[in-house]
């Protein structure tokens, strides 16, 4: 071999499971803290890994392999997956709070942030299009990374839009009751 780039790779894979474990344990604690719900904090928690395998999926089918790069990409996107899964929970708990029925507030909760969290989706992403233009080297070198934090991105959205409303609906169901 030329280049064995196996040790930065295995670097960076531990890095990326230390911080998505982190990220999850972290935000859980913050929900179970703030809503003093553990149902809550495990969906959220459930969510991470979910996007993130959801990306290596997506790198797959594009045919990108696990390198530095994409591993700094799903690495730079933990920090924004925790968001979309904790609005959510956190939407659906201030209209259970109103005193809505619980199917009402996850569907008023989930329908009222949908275009707020879509636009902060386009924003994040069009960071990354002109990597779409390059060639050469510097496209084979970015390309990769805007495809990891893409399909986390996307893959977080669809799961908090779709996972974390199911997932309440069973979970919180116990917490409050139905008029």
Not at 97 to 118: D, H, N
């Amino acid at each position: 071999y030329e280049f064995d780039q196996s040790s930065y790779v295995s670097n960076s894979l531990k890095s990326v499971l230390f911080e998505g474990a982190i990220g999850a344990l972290l935000t859980g604690l913050m929900v179970l803290l703030f809503l003093k719900d553990v149902r809550s904090a495990i969906i959220i928690v459930v969510n991470i890994p979910l996007a993130l395998l959801s990306a290596v999926l997506g790198l797959y089918l594009c045919g990108q392999t696990v390198n530095v790069m994409t591993l700094g990409g799903l690495a730079l996107a933990v920090g924004i997956l925790v968001d979309e899964s904790t609005v959510t929970i956190e939407n659906i708990h201030h209209h259970l709070e109103t005193g809505k029925p619980l199917r009402r507030a996850v569907w008023e909760a989930c329908k009222e942030i949908a275009v707020p969290k879509l636009l902060i989706l386009l924003s994040i992403l069009a960071v990354f299009v002109p990597a779409l233009f390059m060639t050469g080297v510097p496209k084979s070198m970015f390309m990769p990374l805007s495809l990891a934090v893409g399909f986390s991105m996307i893959a977080s959205f669809l799961l908090s839009q779709t996972l974390v409303p199911i997932l309440s609906n069973w979970f919180i169901k116990k917490n409050f009751k139905e008029p």
